[in-house]
């Protein structure tokens, strides 16, 4: 029943070594979000892919990359992860076709990332 | 600029108590609200959305645009209720806005 899934559920990557993160779901939803939460903050919105495009918060690092190679699937990719990009992060879907409420975001259980 | 507010980041109550979650948002135009919950050991999900006006788990929230608030309130709180509560806005665009969260305690 799992609508969005996330895998793995956690990772270990050392300081430096390039990390993907995934995402899939069969909900269908044209948009695809990922976040980065830190401990007691909350989601903080990394970028979106509305359908093909690619849509960068302007506060995200470079160092955080994404991949939409279809509908169904996202990338998470740190290419040189640091301490301070220990998180979980959460990919979430959501149908946004303008109208009021049929945007619901359906969240995955995230992905805890720890760096060494 | 789209903000959310909440003032409480740790909330405790006994069992059968009232409980009420603050949230306050700055927006310029209509926003939508929302509450999502995050259950130890679950994802985040919806709680409730302004524009449903419909009770869920017996919690109920009021958007209040002369206050720019839209509290969560449940009049008798349950150990199940126990929880991370994030208030979000969406504005103009579909991405939401999350506030800080406020852990909720319910003690028997």
């Known amino acids: 029943d799992a609508m969005v899934i996330q895998n793995p559920r956690y990772q270990v990557t050392q300081f430096g070594k390039p990390v993907t993160l995934s995402c899939s779901q069969t909900l269908n939803h044209n948009v695809m979000y990922w976040y980065q939460q830190k401990s007691s903050q909350a989601p903080k919105l990394l970028f979106h892919?509305?359908?093909?495009?690619?849509?960068n918060e302007a506060d995200t690092p470079d160092n955080f990359q994404s991949r939409r190679p279809n509908t169904s699937f996202c990338f998470l990719d740190i290419r040189s992860p640091g301490l301070g990009d220990a998180a979980m992060y959460l990919c979430?879907?959501?149908?946004?076709?303008?109208?009021?409420?049929?945007?619901?975001?359906?969240f995955g259980p995230g992905t805890r990332l720890t760096v060494l | 600029a789209q903000r959310v507010t909440q003032p409480e980041k740790l909330l405790s109550v006994f069992k059968g108590a009232p409980v009420e979650l603050k949230c306050n948002y700055s927006y310029s135009g209509s926003p939508e609200l929302f509450w999502y919950v995050q259950y130890s050991r679950q994802r985040l999900q919806l709680l409730l959305r302004h524009i449903s006006r419909e009770s869920i788990k017996g919690f109920t929230a009021d958007l209040n645009k002369g206050e720019t608030s839209f509290h969560l309130k449940k009049p008798f709180a349950q150990e199940e209720d126990s929880a991370m509560y994030y208030c979000?806005?969406?504005?103009?665009?579909?991405?939401?806005?999350f506030g800080a969260g406020t852990t909720v305690t319910v003690r028997a």
């Open positions: 979000a806005l969406k504005g103009h665009d579909y991405k939401l806005s």
């Open positions: 979430a879907t959501s149908r946004a076709s303008g109208s009021a409420g049929e945007d619901t975001q359906y």
């Open positions: 892919y509305y359908d093909k495009d690619f849509n």
